[in-house]
């Protein structure tokens, strides 16, 4: 047998020895776990303690009891450190629990109570305000609606006064009319009557001077008949003097 088959034969034989002690540490192990029952930590408070099923899940673990001796220790010392602490009433607290709710509750309840009457009280200073800003609008429109009304008679007064006015004013040009149509007849008919009289002077004018004329043609023809030479006078200056004498 060579020198390497000899050294795994050995070996092989090592193992085979070690396999029942681990299982007989393992039973023993697994057995240290029973110790600590629910009522070991119903003394320190409640099975529920959620450190206490820590602590008993931990010890469960073969894992961790077989290749941690140290973590083993640690976890025991925490066991027995809970164990010694001291119980807690679970009523007492329970009580104390409901009375901080019922405090709470009226807390809550005054809190909800005062809170509605301040919205009560708001609510009528708000209607309040309202009521007088009502108040408020209606007054403002009664004097508007009398403003308007003074406001409409003042114009209708104007209007009349107005149309007054101009049935005065239609008066007036009448009358201003009349007086300039009978001043404008009243100098028409003086104007006429002095153009008639100047013409009338004018005509006499003429008519005395060609009288004159006439007369003064006919002497000098009764002066040229007593010469012996009688003389025909012009057909022009007998024409005249007939019409004339017509």
């Given amino acids: 047998m060579s020198k390497s088959t000899r050294k795994k034969h050995k070996i092989q034989e090592e193992k085979e020895g070690e396999e029942p002690t681990r299982k007989k540490s393992k039973s023993e192990n697994s057995e240290e776990p029973e110790d600590v029952t629910d009522s070991d930590y119903n003394d320190s408070g409640s099975s529920d303690d959620p450190n206490a099923q820590v602590i008993k899940l931990l010890l469960a673990n073969d894992t961790l009891n077989n290749e941690n001796s140290e973590l083993k220790m640690r976890i025991q010392q925490l066991e027995e450190a809970l164990r010694n602490r001291p119980s807690i009433d679970i009523g007492n607290k329970v009580e104390e629990m409901d009375n901080w709710i019922k405090k709470l509750e009226k807390i809550h309840d005054e809190d909800i109570d005062l809170l509605k009457k301040s919205i009560s009280d708001l609510a ?123």
């Fill in 124 to 246: 009528g200073k708000i209607d309040g305000k309202i009521d007088n800003l009502s108040q408020n609008v209606d007054n403002l429109s009664q004097k508007n609606e009398k403003v308007e009304k003074n406001q409409q008679k003042k114009l209708d007064k104007m209007a009349r006064n107005i149309e007054q006015n101009e049935k005065d004013l239609q008066k007036f040009r009448q009358k201003i009319q009349a007086k300039i149509d009978k001043s404008m007849k009243a100098e028409n008919e003086k104007s006429m009557k002095h153009m008639n009289e100047k013409f009338e002077k004018f005509r006499k004018q003429i008519s005395a001077k060609i009288e004159k004329s006439a007369k003064n043609e006919e002497q000098d023809g009764q002066k040229k008949l007593r010469r012996g030479r009688p003389r025909c006078p012009p057909k022009s200056k007998i024409a005249g003097r007939n019409r004339w004498d017509r």
